[in-house]
Every structure is written in structure tokens, then in C-alpha cells.
């Protein structure tokens, strides 16, 4: 493997969560991670099926480009090789031989949401965003104004994702990846002057989004209320670095949308990953816009999960604003000046203000803000 480290989902049985079981057959794990996790959600807000009409409950989630585990590829790979050579003439012939029939249907990024639909009898909107690491908050928004627009009047929200599919790093590359010598819970360090790099991760994060009236008139217990949101695309430009226009204008934006000031906000989910790069141009951003609001980077503890980093993340800003702290930045201990943010370090900070802000990006330059508040 091109990683020494990954943020790995241990002791996990989708036959607990996945009905029917024979199912399974066609989800790859970033799907059944993804059903779990719904399944899990419609759970804890106990949103059974007489509480909302099928028609008025839909499915929005944020994905990812899947690729196959190598086991399943090698075998139609292998009658191709000849003397060690690959051989394209040879393909065609054996990959329908030697591959699973139903193969595709396990990796089509938008299948996820299309088995949760099923699940949970949910007919209303279905629709999958594949954005990079801004995927999971690109969900959010949109779930948002499918409810702002009456379309439904819940949805199940939120995204999956893996970064340790080695499948997919031979066709992106590794050289994001950090390669530090140290012990495992010392990477990534995010903000940090020694950052060197992400550490692969994999799950699921996922949440019931609903208007408010409905869930006030079915007693649910609400966890937090959407203040705004915004999204902004920089493009590449061939031989200049990015200047994180788009954060910026993602968060100016959403403070005037949700008529909030810099101080209102009692801190900030970063999307930092321990990229040298990346880490520098978030933390600009940040700090041309919100000044020295405290700062965490929940990946310095499960790792990049892809799309599906932006969901996790929501949930732990939300557990923040239950338990009225915010967790530490993990291994942030040498400041860098490129990062002049106000990054929560050492021990769990009390939260004086029952405001969060959530960020995320693609590498190719999207960006999502969401502002959401104790109930």
C-alpha cells in the first residue's frame, strides 16, 4: 500500500442494518457503510413510516467515484496477462467470463442513495451530488431547498466515502498522502508547520433534515436548525496557485444570509487535511473573513473519508453544540504562519456560542459552507 496509516472502520456488520440480505451482493462497502448509517439515522430521530408520507420523503446524498477492490479485477485481469505482458485484444473475451455480472451495480456512485430510497419507502426527490470532499455539504444544501421549494417535507441527508480504496489511489495518485515515519496517532496535522500530508480514512455520516413545522407537529427532537448556506466555484488556473476566493465568498456569503456577524459564531469545522497546500489557502480564508474564531479540523481524527467527510464532520459540529464543547485539533502543536487561524489545540474548549460554521472543498475547487445553531 502507498500509506503506512489509515483511519479504518473496524468491527462493522452490515448484516445488522441491510434488509434484505442478499442485497449485499450488490453494494460495495462505501454503499453498505452509507445504508447502515441512514438506517441508523431514521433510528435515532424516529421517523418511522406513519409519521411521513412516502411521497413527501426523499433522499439526497453525497458520493463519490467508486472503484472495484483488485481481488474482483484480477480475475478477469489474470487470462490477459501473457509472459507478463497485458494483452487488450484479450479483454473483451474474458472480463464477461470472469467478472460478476451485476459488477457495475455495486460502484455506481448515485446506488447508495437508490438503495436507501428503497429501504425506507422514500419517493420522494432522489438525487446524488459527486463533487469531490465538498460532496457531502453540496448534499446538505441542496436537501435544503428541496424542502425550501416543498418538495418534501423530509430528507435523508448526508454522504459516504473511502480515500483507502487502492483502486482508486492508482488512478488519482498518492502523493497527497502523508508519509510520516512516526507513530500512527501522530498524522495528519492539520494547520500544523509540520503537516506533510492526508491519511486515508472510510465511512458514513448521516442525518434527518426536516421543516421545522413537520417536526414540531410529530414531537421530534430536534438537534440543530439550518441558518444558511452557500457554495462557490474557483477555477484552476494553469501555473497560479489557488487564493481560496471561493471559501471566502462561500462564507461572506452565508453571513449575510443568515444575518450573522464574525463574533456571533462559536467556531469553525475546517475541512484542513494536513495538505501543505490546501491547509494554507482554507486558513486564509478563514481568517480574511472571520478573523480569530476558534478552529478545529475534525479529520485529525478519522482521516479524509472523501465524499463522505463532510457528513462526519456535521455530525461531530453537532455533537459539539449537544455537548457544549469543542474538540481539539489532533497533533496540531508547532503554529504556521502560512495558517493565521485561531486553531483549538490541547484540551476540549467550553462553546460560549451555540453557532457553528461547516466548510468543505474539492481539490478542483468547489466550495460549501453551512451555518447551522442550537435548536
Known amino acids: ?49 406513519d409519521v411521513v408520507a412516502p411521497e413527501r420523503l426523499g433522499v439526497l446524498l453525497g458520493s463519490e467515484m467508486l472503484y472495484g477492490e483488485l481481488p474482483e479485477l484480477a480475475e478477469p485481469y489474470r487470462p490477459c496477462m501473457v509472459d507478463g505482458v497485458f494483452h487488450h485484444e484479450l479483454w473483451a473475451e474474458h472480463v464477461m467470463k470472469n ?33 469531490g470532499g465538498a460532496s457531502s455539504l453540496l448534499a446538505f444544501l441542496e436537501a435544503s431547498q428541496v424542502i425550501i421549494r416543498g418538495h418534501a417535507d423530509v430528507m435523508i441527508c448526508g454522504g459516504s466515502g473511502s480515500s483507502v480504496n487502492i483502486g482508486a ?9 502523508s508519509q510520516s515515519p512516526g507513530p500512527a496517532d501522530e498524522t495528519p496535522r492539520p494547520f500544523d508547520a509540520r503537516r506533510d500530508g492526508t491519511v486515508p480514512g472510510e465511512g ?7 421543516a421545522r413545522e413537520h417536526a414540531e407537529a410529530r414531537g421530534a427532537k430536534i ?14 488556473v494553469t501555473g497560479q496557485p489557488q487564493r481560496g476566493t471561493a471559501i471566502a465568498g462561500t462564507i461572506s456569503a452565508v453571513l449575510a444570509r ?15 487535511s494536513g495538505s501543505p497546500e490546501g491547509d494554507a489557502v482554507e486558513a486564509q480564508a478563514i481568517e480574511r473573513t472571520l478573523g480569530q474564531v476558534p ?12 465524499a463522505g ?18 474538540p481539539p485539533t489532533r497533533n496540531y502543536l508547532q503554529p504556521d504562519k502560512a495558517c493565521p487561524v485561531n486553531v483549538v489545540r490541547g484540551e476540549l474548549l467550553p462553546l460560549e456560542k451555540q453557532v457553528f460554521l461547516a466548510l468543505n472543498q474539492s481539490t478542483t475547487g468547489q466550495a460549501a459552507t453551512v451555518v447551522l445553531a442550537a435548536p
Open 1 to 49: 500500500m502507498p500509506y503506512r496509516f489509515a483511519g479504518l472502520i473496524e468491527g462493522f456488520e452490515p448484516k445488522e442494518y441491510v434488509q434484505p440480505r442478499k442485497t449485499l451482493k450488490v453494494m460495495s462497502s462505501e454503499i453498505q457503510v452509507a445504508h447502515s448509517a441512514a438506517m441508523l439515522a431514521l433510528q435515532d430521530a424516529r421517523l418511522t413510516k
Open 295 to 306: 478552529v478545529t479540523a475534525f479529520k485529525s481524527y478519522f482521516g479524509d473519508i472523501g
Open 258 to 272: 443568515a444575518n450573522i456577524r464574525p463574533h456571533d459564531i462559536g467556531f469553525v469545522s475546517a475541512s484542513a
Open 309 to 326: 467527510s463532510g457528513s462526519v464532520e456535521l455530525v461531530a459540529s453537532i455533537l459539539a453544540l449537544q455537548n457544549g464543547s469543542v
Open 223 to 236: 438537534l440543530a436548525r439550518f441558518l444558511g448556506g452557500s457554495q462557490l466555484f474557483e477555477p484552476e
Open 169 to 177: 489511489l492508482a488512478f488519482r495518485g498518492w502523493k497527497h498522502l
Open 204 to 210: 458514513s455520516g448521516m442525518y434527518i433534515l426536516e
Open 99 to 131: 467478472l460478476f455480472p451485476l459488477w457495475m451495480l455495486k460502484y455506481l456512485p448515485n446506488i447508495a442513495a437508490c438503495h436507501i430510497g428503497i429501504a425506507s419507502d422514500a419517493r420522494g426527490p432522489n438525487n446524488s451530488v459527486i463533487e
